[in-house]
């Protein structure tokens, strides 16, 4: 069974750090494709962050310089760590797996930043 559980989510100050993490089981992680998302309220889903399986990484525009996606093959996780938050990055934050044409999303996780 395909699970991709991510956790690290909560309130935090403009200007604070998160540091997301998404456990993923049931599939071949190594040979997959890691994202992140976010779906804001009355917005769209987008791609915020990317790390292919040689570990290339890709970048929104939006978060570049501030985010950093990193994957452990060993231990089947795939993390986001974000800096200098704005309180536009406040969405639900996904964890997602591609092996085209095979993809995963997992349940997300509320990233708020408010003061």
């Not at 403009?14 to 049931?26: D, F, K, N, T």
Request: hydrophobic share 35%; charged share 15%.
């Amino acid at each position: 069974q395909v699970q991709l559980v991510e956790s690290g989510g909560g309130l935090v100050q403009p200007g604070g750090s998160l540091r997301l993490s998404c456990a993923a089981s049931g599939f071949p992680f190594a040979r997959f494709h890691m994202s992140w998302g976010r779906q804001a309220p009355g917005k769209q889903r987008e791609v915020v962050a990317t790390i292919n399986n040689g570990g290339i990484t890709n970048y929104a525009d939006s978060v570049k310089g501030r985010f950093t996606i990193s994957r452990d093959n060993a231990k089947k996780a795939v993390y986001l760590q974000m800096n200098s938050l704005k309180p536009e990055d406040t969405a639900v934050y996904y964890c997602k797996s591609l092996f085209y044409p095979v993809e995963y999303w997992g349940q997300g996780t509320q990233v708020t930043v408010s003061s």
